[in-house]
């Protein structure tokens, strides 16, 4: 597909950026403001696949001169992606989250590490923005974050890439809830990389309320994969979470984060195990108005 974009373009081509995006208007320009320069330079190509809104997250992903933007009927994250997939043209391929706030230097260092070859598969680092959180929200975020398998996993951040030789390790996204845990089950230690740039900023719940529903869909996402067969060896289980949360305590304020983690964890599965199926989205989140 030839843009506009490929005319004017300046810099060299680093890739491609994808963002499914539904009903994301209020968030959307607060994500994609910050890559206007990589597009209109034409170091990346950005496909934004705008999927069952009612909103206009499709007009106001069109005021990025030169993105691609899809529209699709039905409200569905892994269509989205499909979507965008198939008009895509370059390699690597950072896909990213509609309400992630993500730097030019992090996406750019993100597809120049897969562009190296290094590994198949990267991520930039992560922090919680907890502007507006309440005090326990806060307090399950810095006790989750001293885990050791938010430095180490693609999932959790929002935004993963994949090379091209990566991404030919599947077919279509398939119709799983967590496609970020998805594609982290598919490459071993040394294929993917966690990379020490400026973090994204993955903007956490208001309130515990949408904190337990943004749980309840990762413990169903959990479920899928593992009703599939598509857990990886190294997959995280109970235990090995339990024990890298007994092993972050070293005071009385970790203490008070491990004990409240573990609570809204456990009132998280059982909220899970006993509910019907529906999307579960954290509206708390998108309050503010985009900049």
């Not at 680093?14 to 499914?20: E, F, H, K, R």
């Not at 067969?229 to 289980?237: F, Y």
Request: glycine share 6%; with cysteine; hydrophobic share 45%.
């Amino acid at each position: 597909m030839h843009t506009q974009a490929d005319d004017d373009r300046t810099g060299p081509s680093l890739g491609s950026v994808v963002v499914p995006a539904h009903d994301e208007a209020t968030v959307l320009l607060r994500t994609l403001n910050p890559l206007v320069e990589l597009v209109e330079s034409g170091e990346i190509e950005l496909v934004v696949a705008a999927n069952g809104c009612t909103d206009d997250t499709a007009e106001l992903a069109r005021t990025v001169r030169g993105a691609v933007v899809l529209e699709l009927p039905t409200a569905s994250k892994t269509a989205a992606l499909n979507a965008a997939d198939s008009v895509a043209t370059r390699w690597p391929r950072v896909y990213l989250d509609a309400d992630i706030t993500v730097s030019a230097g992090a996406i750019r260092a993100t597809l120049e590490l897969l562009r190296r070859g290094d590994v198949l598969a990267a991520r930039p680092a992560m922090v919680y923005a907890l502007d507006g959180s309440s005090t326990l929200v806060r307090s399950f975020c810095r006790a989750r974050r001293r885990l050791q398998e938010t430095d180490v996993h693609l999932w959790g951040a929002g935004v993963f890439g994949l090379s091209e030789v990566g991404r030919s390790r599947f077919g279509d996204f398939p119709g799983v809830t967590g496609d970020d845990l998805y594609v982290d089950t598919l490459f071993g230690a040394s294929e993917k990389a966690v990379i020490a740039t400026h973090p994204v900023r993955v903007h956490a719940p208001r309130n515990v309320n949408a904190l337990l529903q943004i749980l309840k869909r990762a413990y169903r996402g959990n479920r899928e994969l593992d009703e599939l067969g598509l857990v990886g060896s190294d997959q995280r289980t109970t235990w090995t979470v339990a024990r890298q949360l007994v092993r972050s305590v070293h005071d009385a304020r970790s203490l008070a984060d491990a004990l409240i983690y573990a609570l809204i964890v456990i009132r998280a599965r059982l909220f899970a195990s006993r509910s019907a199926v529906e999307w579960e989205r954290d509206g708390s989140s998108r309050l503010k108005p985009a900049l």
